[in-house]
Nanobody
Framework: VQLQASGGGLVQAGGSLRLSCEVSGRTFGTLAMGWFRQAPGKEREFVSAISWSGGRSYYADSVKGRFTISRDNAKNTVYLQMNDLKPEDTAVYYC????????????????WGQGTQVTVSS
């Protein structure tokens, strides 16, 4: 199983980025997908998740109203649109797969991508 995250970069505060995560080796349409992030010196934290069908999505309070998760099952890809970025969003962002299909239980995620760096300058 491979989860390939991309789209990170350096952006000024208030800017936008779109992360992508392409999945291979599993039946993407049955997986819930999530995004997590880890800032230097901090624990990894949940950012957002989307159920297998895309019918349910979840967000951390810190990103609600600014980030949007979506998926394209035909492309085996999940996206995270990040708007109005803040310096505190700076972190390595990881995508992960949840075989239960629901996405709302962190311990259910069992495959992880390599991460993509997002840096927001003030």
């Amino acid at each position: 199983v491979q989860l390939q995250a991309s789209g990170g970069g350096l952006v000024q505060a208030g800017g936008s980025l779109r992360l992508s995560c392409e999945v291979s080796g599993r039946t993407f349409g049955t997986l819930a997908m999530g995004w997590f992030r880890q800032a230097p010196g901090k624990e990894r934290e949940f950012v957002s998740a989307i159920s297998w069908s895309g019918g349910r999505s979840y967000y951390a309070d810190s990103v609600k109203g600014r980030f949007t998760i979506s998926r394209d099952n035909a492309k085996n890809t999940v996206y995270l649109q990040m708007n109005d970025l803040k310096p505190e969003d700076t972190a390595v962002y990881y995508c992960a797969a949840d075989p239960t299909g629901y996405g709302n239980v962190v311990r259910s995620y069992d495959d992880w991508g390599q991460g993509t760096q997002v840096t927001v300058s003030s």
